[in-house]
């Protein structure tokens, strides 16, 4: 018997992503619920828990709805991609490779938290550099980044997309959370295992789908053998082995003017970059994604497939 799929949510946008992704596999068994349906609450349950794993493509409510809608089933293995449960201890994290222990962590769960995108970028880049002792721990961490409007679901891309909605931003770049208390922070100060939660200040930029997370670092408040090259070696060596998070080589960053946004668009991978002048006082810390590919629907497939070969 093949595995059932059902994405609750399946007609959003990571939705609709993790669906095309699915629609050639010959492996499992989607099940899927009409449009019209969607928000029916005893049809979900009933795919729900008809699911051997269910994918969650929910807001935070919807998706903490759906989880209770399962309790008492143990049988059915959730994937959550909302922001509800990623620094619950009693969920797995879903990003695979930021532990060399993580992929045995998300074979074996039965709950599965999918990463948020902003934080596959900077736990990517700051777990690595703080388990190897070259990030202390009290460092005051920023975090600079820009998101294709994608990342806002669907009432963001019809205010992007559609000039005659009553929202529509015109805008070609913008800031947004302005207070400083982004949902990310949570699980970025967490997994990123930091002490001091990181000032984040998120942006979108007119593109469907990709993104720039920074962390720029002044080299003289690090650790006292932290260069340039140290921290790029870190990396490295963190992520060798495996082909969805790559380190750029030092001499190939040094040459580039610049780093495009959309470079990732429609993948599901990760590159890394240390960019900086060797010996100098400044080093920018850089991830480029997909904010829908590894960022949300890639990794939600990635992890599906780690359940699945259980
Ligand atoms: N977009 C991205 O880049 C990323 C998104 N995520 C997360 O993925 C989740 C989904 O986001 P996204 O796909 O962007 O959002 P969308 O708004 O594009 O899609 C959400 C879907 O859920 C449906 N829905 C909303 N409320 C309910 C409900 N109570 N019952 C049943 N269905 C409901 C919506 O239906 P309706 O059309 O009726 O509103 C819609 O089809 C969120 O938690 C988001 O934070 C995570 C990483 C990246
Ligand atoms: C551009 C934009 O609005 N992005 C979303 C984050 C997208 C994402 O990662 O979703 P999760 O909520 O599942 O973490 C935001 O800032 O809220």
Redesign the pocket.
């Known amino acids: 018997m093949k595995p059932k799929i059902f994405i609750?949510?399946?007609?959003?946008?990571?939705?609709?992503?993790i669906r095309t992704r699915m629609a050639d596999r010959r492996d499992v068994e989607l099940l899927s619920i009409p449009?019209a349906e969607?928000?029916?609450?005893a049809l979900?349950e009933d795919l729900l828990n008809s699911a051997d794993i269910a994918i969650?493509?929910?807001?935070?409510?919807?998706?903490k709805?759906?989880v209770g809608m399962l309790s008492g089933n143990n049988k059915v293995r959730i994937i959550?991609?909302?922001?509800?449960h990623r620094v619950d201890p009693d969920w797995a994290y879903g990003f695979a490779e930021m532990d060399k222990a993580q992929p045995a962590k998300i074979r074996a769960a039965r709950l599965v938290a999918?990463?948020?995108?902003y934080p596959t970028g900077a736990i990517g880049l700051l777990r690595p550099l703080r388990a190897a002792g070259l990030l202390p721990a009290g460092y005051p961490v920023t975090v600079n980044a820009v998101?294709?409007y994608?990342?806002?679901?669907?009432?963001m891309?019809a205010q992007m997309e559609d000039p005659a909605n009553p929202d529509a931003i015109s805008s070609p770049h913008f800031l947004y959370g302005l207070p400083l208390k982004h949902?990310h922070v949570p699980e970025m100060t967490t997994h990123g295992l930091l002490n001091r939660a990181p000032l984040f200040s998120p942006s979108v930029g007119r593109f469907p789908?990709g993104m720039i997370v920074q962390v720029p670092l002044f080299a003289g408040d690090l650790g006292e053998d932290a260069t340039l090259e140290k921290l790029h070696a870190a990396l490295a060596d963190h992520y060798a082995g495996q082909n969805i998070v790559t380190v750029v080589p030092l001499a190939e960053s040094a040459a580039m003017p610049r780093v495009d946004a959309v470079e990732l668009a429609g993948k599901d991978t990760m590159k890394l970059f240390v960019f900086g002048t060797p010996g100098g006082a400044h080093i920018n810390l850089v991830a480029l994604l997909d904010?829908?590919g590894k960022?949300?629907?890639g990794a939600a497939v990635q992890n599906m497939d780690l359940m699945l070969s259980a």
């Open positions: 609750d949510g399946e007609h959003g946008t990571t939705g609709l992503q449009e969607r928000r029916n609450a979900r969650l493509c929910l807001p935070d409510d919807a998706a709805e759906a959550d991609t909302s922001t509800a999918n990463p948020g995108c998101s294709g994608t990342g806002g679901g669907k009432q891309i949902k789908q904010n829908l960022g949300a629907s």
